[in-house]
């Protein structure tokens, strides 16, 4: 006989089978879900929601993945980098309004130029900020040597999503070159967990082609390779993107947006003490989104402080929130929605995963 999802979520350890039922899983089943997602969140790593300032600094990417708006082919995106300077106040910013953390991102860039610039920006924000703000990047594929000089400067997290564990998938929304190869994305994973940085990655959920199998093996995936953070969200299209000829084979905005939701519930289940991100993907389709999340399993939220004037030219999807807010306006905003998800926020915390540390003392 079938187990129903009040045994399954009884158990331990799930298998793809069980996991592929709880993501289907609908009406008071669907409750039962979220009710023991939110519990095992209280429980692991309690109602502490924290902050990481993220500032977007570069829409410049040499890459080509087929659903973003900022690839290196769409020639109608305005291209820019913001200077340094703004983004050392970025960051003084965010260290004066005890965010605890600080995110730069930006497309994928690799030459000599920008290795080296990155190093020094990590150095004056440790400095700047009295080593107090925590620092995460997302910048890609790089050398092992490179990861290690960026560590070395004072990152002490990397965020490199795999956006699918399925390598033929992955070569469905990826140009087929060696400029993106899954076994490429996968050594980066392993040369950054190898020089000890908390370690970060995610997947996009509702892509053409996807079936409940592969998230469900994106879930394992993840367990297996034991990460210590999670940022993953609904999988919006784009129109200026070659996967946009596919969006009539897409589910509705809103299922994309429930499946994240049980996609986030089940790996609180599954790894109780990592972080998991509240993606601002989630607030693009429902304005409570973010919060939806945080009730039912995330504890980490990135609130957007690049400078106001350049924030629209950063769409990797269309209808992202919040792009034409102020930071101030954006931190007000967002202790507000935080406090009605019943959460509180870290504040001056740098919300370290629990998980990378239970693993590191063991
Ligand atoms: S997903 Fe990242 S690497 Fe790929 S094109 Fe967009 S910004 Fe560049």
């Not at 930006?106 to 400095?127: H, P, T, V, W, Y």
Request: with cysteine; glycine share 6%; charged share 30%.
């Amino acid at each position: 006989m079938e187990k129903t999802i009040d045994q399954i979520l009884q158990q331990d350890q799930f298998t793809k089978n069980d996991i592929v039922r709880l993501l289907k899983s609908e009406g008071k089943d669907e409750k039962a879900l979220f009710a023991k997602s939110s519990e095992i969140k209280l429980k692991y790593v309690g109602n502490n929601v924290y902050f990481r300032g993220l500032v977007e600094f570069s829409n410049i990417c040499k890459k080509d993945c087929l659903y973003c708006g900022i690839r290196a082919s769409n020639s109608k995106v305005n291209r820019y980098d913001i200077a340094d300077a703004e983004i050392v106040k970025a960051a003084k910013f965010a260290h004066e309004h005890r965010y605890g953390s600080f995110i730069l991102q930006s497309g994928e860039r690799a030459d000599k130029q920008f290795i080296g610039r990155i190093e020094n920006l990590l150095k004056e924000i440790k400095k700047i900020s009295n080593n107090e703000l925590g620092i995460t990047i997302s910048l890609g594929e790089q050398t092992k040597e490179t990861y290690q000089r960026w560590f070395n400067a004072g990152a002490h997290r990397y965020l490199l999503r795999i956006e699918s564990s399925n390598k033929e998938l992955y070569n469905k929304i990826h140009p087929n070159n060696k400029e993106h190869s899954h076994e490429t994305r996968l050594e980066c994973l392993k040369f950054l967990q190898e020089i000890g940085y908390q370690t970060g990655t995610g997947v996009m959920i509702g892509l053409p082609f996807q079936t409940y199998d592969d998230l469900a093996n994106d879930l394992l995936f993840m367990q297996k390779i034991d990460i210590d953070m999670v940022g993953m969200g609904p999988f919006i299209e784009h129109d200026q993107t070659p996967m946009y000829q596919y969006k009539d084979q897409l589910m509705s905005l809103k299922d994309r947006f429930r499946l994240s939701l049980k996609m986030i519930s089940v790996l609180r289940i599954m790894m109780k003490d990592i972080n998991i991100a509240s993606s601002t993907a989630l607030q693009a389709i429902d304005p409570l989104g973010r919060e939806k999340a945080i009730r039912i399993g995330a504890n980490v939220i990135m609130p957007n402080i690049t400078p106001t004037t350049e924030r629209a030219n950063y769409l990797l999807y269309q209808n992202k929130p919040c792009i034409d807010e102020g930071a101030d306006d954006c931190t007000n905003c967002m202790e507000a929605r935080i406090n009605m998800a019943d959460g509180e926020i870290g504040y001056g915390e740098w919300g370290d995963s629990k998980h990378y540390k239970n693993k590191h003392i063991k």
